[in-house]
């Protein structure tokens, strides 16, 4: 519609050039029905149905006046820029949520179940938990699961944002939208079609696009009062410019006076800007839920985080073996697996996993919270914790590592030590990287634990971290970040339940891993789909680089009506100069906003 308007006036201006008014006339006013429809009817139906003075009221006006004035080409010209600006606004959105929607394309139409012998497929819509899924190379998983047969690797760079597919086996988690790339897998589905880590995502992205930002708001409430205020000058110019001179010459400055002061690029600029900020961070795994939380994330200057999950990879692995005269590591690691085979101790899976084929145990008794004994070969072996078990000569070594925040298993062979083996939850590789990133860019970081202080600050050094609070509970660690709130805007980073309510208290609440605690995600303002840290300075990067652009967009709108103005109740400009000058301004702040959609070359994208 814009187009056709456009085009309608400028052959009646080439028209009008060449001597035939008539036509001329005939294609400004199909220019000015043409654009106009494209706004007018809705300013009318606002103003009967709910009193709304709206900035279309003010176009609508500001047409009106210049057809009664005779001024038929400035009007059509009006309502061609005008409608253009609008379509504009709607380009902007599109393209903005066209990284959005894309989410919505992994997850399949349909899915392969297997039932007794046979395979059928069904709308994913219909998916339940406890089905069994056929994924085959090249498939996408349907929904949340667990790999009950097969082995292969799955392709989770459009969820995680990881370039390395990650291996599955039996036992092992798999979430919505990976892609199988080697073998087939029987998946039992843990959630169902339409409820899944996917869909969550999917959801919080809708929330994204259905609110609006602090500023976004703040320009509303600008705008609110300045309509109304618009329409009492532009009254008041024509009525005392009629009274003190010529009633066509003020009624006509009246007109630009209401063209000129309207707010439209005020209006339009920052949801434009917000919607496509958000757009393009869904691109590289950041799911900003609103534009508030867009704004306010390019304010943030002090970052608490958890440890476990966070910082650490959450997967405990053996780090250390020792071992006493006569004994070899592979003897320890092979008695402590044996028992801890059968063990539901959280550290069973990493001694089991460093010793893949432990020996069978018989006699087994665990003991909650102290170790395990057992006979292996007819030998009784014994596993626990110093505090359980003496280390004696060991006793420096694992005092030591415990030092270092490792958790140590002793292992007594007929009640006597042989070796003992630490296991620590790693830092994740590009820790230390992150925290330096967020230092450079003078954001301090403290550490929020609920481990003890002696782990918490083996973690921390390692990690560059300074600032290390341990042994809370989850209202200390809101507490906690309240406290750093007062001082500066601070956003806390954390994936569990336990997180929640700090996550909640935050100026800014990112969850680590959407695929993680539903608890988290739903306290949390940001949800990063994968769990690389890397992400945490470049979305911050990108949410000042937004930030800064709202800032230009409100002077920018700003400074068009403050300018304008003066220029059109003293005549300088006239009514087709500002409508051009408006709208123009009108457009370059709408394209300036869509630079928030540009992903920086070096930012990972999903």
Same mark, same amino acid.
């Given at each position: 519609?814009?187009?056709?308007?456009?085009?309608?006036? /400028?052959?009646?201006?080439?028209?009008?050039?060449?001597?035939?008014?008539?036509?001329?006339?005939?294609?400004?006013?199909?220019?000015?029905?043409?654009?106009?429809?494209?706004?007018?009817?809705?300013?009318?139906?606002?103003?009967?149905?709910?009193?709304?003075?709206?900035?279309?009221?003010?176009?609508?006006? #500001?047409?009106? +006046?210049?057809?009664?004035?005779?001024?038929?080409?400035?009007?059509?010209?009006?309502?061609?820029?005008?409608?253009?600006?609008?379509? /504009?606004?709607?380009?902007?959105?599109? &393209?903005?949520?066209?990284?959005? &929607?894309?989410?919505?394309?992994?997850?399949?139409?349909?899915?392969?179940?297997?039932?007794?012998?046979?395979?059928?497929?069904?709308?994913?819509? @219909?998916?339940?938990?406890?089905?069994?899924?056929?994924? &085959?190379?090249?498939?996408? $998983?349907?929904?949340?699961? !667990?790999?009950?047969?097969?082995?292969?690797?799955?392709?989770?760079?459009?969820?995680?944002?990881?370039?390395?597919?990650?291996?599955?086996?039996?036992?092992?988690?798999?979430?919505?939208?990976?892609?199988?790339?080697?073998?087939?897998?029987?998946? @039992?589905?843990?959630?169902?079609?339409?409820?899944?880590?996917?869909?969550?995502?999917?959801? *919080?992205?809708?929330?994204?696009?259905?609110?609006?930002?602090? &500023?976004?708001?703040?320009?509303?409430?600008?705008?609110?009062?300045?309509?109304?205020?618009?329409?009492? /000058?532009? $009254?008041?110019?024509?009525?005392?410019?009629?009274?003190?001179?010529?009633?066509?010459?003020?009624?006509?400055?009246?007109?630009?006076? *209401?063209?000129?002061?309207?707010?439209?690029?005020?209006?339009?600029?920052?949801?434009?800007?917000? $919607?496509?900020?958000?757009?393009?961070?869904?691109?590289?795994?950041?799911?900003?839920?609103?534009?508030?939380?867009?704004?306010?994330?390019?304010?943030?200057?002090?970052?608490?985080?958890?440890?476990?999950?966070?910082?650490?990879?959450?997967?405990?692995?053996?780090?250390?073996?020792?071992?006493?005269?006569?004994?070899?590591?592979?003897?320890?690691?092979?008695?402590?697996?044996?028992?801890?085979?059968?063990?539901?101790?959280?550290?069973?899976?990493?001694?089991?996993?460093?010793?893949?084929?432990?020996?069978?145990? @018989?006699?087994?008794?665990?003991?909650?919270?102290?170790?395990?004994?057992?006979? $292996?070969?007819?030998?009784? !072996?014994?596993? +626990?914790?110093?505090?359980?078990?003496?280390?004696?000569?060991?006793?420096?070594?694992?005092?030591?590592?415990?030092?270092?925040?490792?958790?140590?298993?002793?292992?007594?062979?007929?009640?006597?030590?042989?070796?003992?083996?630490?296991?620590?939850?790693?830092?994740?590789?590009?820790?230390?990287?992150?925290?330096?990133?967020?230092?450079?860019?003078?954001?301090?970081?403290?550490?929020?634990?609920?481990?003890?202080?002696?782990?918490?600050?083996?973690?921390?050094?390692?990690?560059?971290?300074?600032?290390?609070?341990?042994?809370?509970?989850? @209202?200390?660690? #809101?507490?906690?970040?309240?406290?750093?709130?007062?001082?500066?805007?601070?956003?806390?980073?954390?994936?569990?339940?336990?997180?929640?309510?700090?996550?909640?208290?935050?100026?800014?609440?990112?969850?680590?891993?959407?695929?993680?605690?539903?608890?988290?995600?739903?306290?949390?303002?940001?949800?990063?789909?994968?769990?690389?840290?890397?992400?945490?300075?470049?979305?911050?990067?990108?949410?000042?680089?937004?930030?800064?652009?709202?800032?230009?967009?409100?002077?920018?709108?700003?400074?068009?009506?403050?300018?304008?103005?003066?220029?059109?109740?003293?005549?300088?400009?006239?009514?087709?100069?500002?409508? /051009?000058?408006?709208?123009?301004?009108?457009?370059?702040?709408?394209?300036?906003?869509?630079?928030?959609?540009?992903?920086?070359?070096?930012?990972?994208?999903?």
């Amino acid at each position: 519609m814009p187009v056709f308007s456009g085009v309608a006036l /400028l052959v009646g201006l080439a028209s009008e050039w060449s001597g035939a008014e008539t036509f001329a006339q005939v294609l400004f006013w199909i220019g000015l029905l043409v654009g106009g429809s494209t706004f007018i009817p809705d300013a009318l139906r606002g103003l009967f149905t709910s009193g709304r003075l709206g900035i279309s009221l003010l176009m609508t006006i #500001s047409a009106v +006046g210049a057809v009664i004035l005779g001024y038929m080409e400035e009007a059509a010209a009006l309502a061609f820029l005008y409608s253009l600006a609008e379509a /504009l606004e709607d380009k902007a959105m599109n &393209r903005a949520r066209s990284g959005l &929607r894309a989410l919505l394309k992994l997850v399949p139409q349909t899915a392969r179940i297997q039932h007794d012998d046979t395979t059928t497929e069904i709308p994913v819509t @219909e998916l339940q938990v406890g089905a069994l899924l056929v994924i &085959r190379p090249g498939e996408r $998983v349907a929904t949340d699961g !667990i790999v009950r047969k097969g082995r292969s690797s799955l392709d989770t760079s459009a969820i995680t944002g990881e370039s390395i597919p990650v291996e599955v086996t039996g036992g092992d988690e798999v979430t919505a939208g990976s892609i199988n790339t080697s073998g087939v897998l029987l998946i @039992e589905t843990t959630a169902t079609g339409t409820d899944n880590s996917l869909t969550t995502i999917v959801e *919080l992205v809708e929330k994204a696009q259905a609110k609006k930002g602090q &500023r976004a708001r703040l320009a509303d409430q600008i705008a609110r009062p300045l309509v109304p205020g618009v329409l009492i /000058l532009a $009254v008041a110019v024509a009525l005392i410019g009629s009274l003190l001179g010529d009633p066509e010459l003020w009624i006509t400055r009246a007109l630009v006076v *209401l063209v000129a002061a309207s707010p439209c690029a005020l209006a339009i600029s920052v949801p434009v800007t917000v $919607v496509s900020g958000i757009g393009a961070a869904s691109r590289f795994g950041v799911i900003i839920k609103s534009g508030a939380a867009f704004e306010r994330f390019g304010d943030i200057r002090h970052v608490a985080v958890d440890k476990t999950g966070t910082l650490t990879r959450n997967q405990p692995t053996v780090v250390q073996v020792l071992t006493t005269e006569g004994i070899t590591r592979q003897q320890v690691l092979s008695y402590a697996a044996s028992l801890e085979q059968h063990s539901t101790h959280p550290l069973a899976a990493a001694i089991t996993t460093a010793a893949p084929e432990p020996r069978p145990a @018989e006699n087994l008794k665990e003991s909650a919270g102290q170790g395990i004994t057992g006979l $292996v070969d007819g030998v009784r !072996i014994t596993l +626990g914790s110093p505090r359980w078990l003496a280390p004696d000569i060991l006793t420096d070594e694992v005092t030591a590592l415990e030092r270092e925040g490792v958790t140590m298993v002793i292992v007594h062979r007929d009640h006597l030590p042989i070796g003992a083996v630490g296991v620590r939850d790693e830092l994740r590789p590009e820790t230390p990287a992150t925290i330096a990133a967020l230092a450079d860019r003078d954001i301090a970081v403290t550490m929020l634990t609920g481990d003890n202080i002696r782990t918490a600050w083996a973690i921390a050094v390692q990690a560059g971290i300074r600032d290390v609070r341990a042994g809370l509970r989850p @209202e200390d660690k #809101s507490a906690a970040v309240m406290e750093l709130s007062r001082s500066y805007p601070t956003a806390m980073i954390g994936d569990g339940i336990n997180d929640a309510p700090a996550l909640a208290a935050a100026d800014i609440g990112i969850a680590m891993g959407a695929a993680g605690s539903d608890a988290a995600i739903e306290s949390a303002d940001i949800a990063f789909t994968g769990h690389d840290l890397r992400l945490i300075p470049q979305a911050l990067d990108h949410a000042r680089r937004g930030r800064a652009i709202i800032n230009q967009n409100i002077i920018l709108s700003l400074l068009i009506i403050i300018v304008l103005l003066p220029l059109s109740i003293t005549g300088v400009l006239g009514l087709a100069t500002v409508v /051009l000058v408006h709208e123009v301004a009108e457009v370059i702040v709408i394209l300036n906003g869509l630079r928030a959609a540009r992903v920086r070359a070096d930012t990972p994208v999903a």
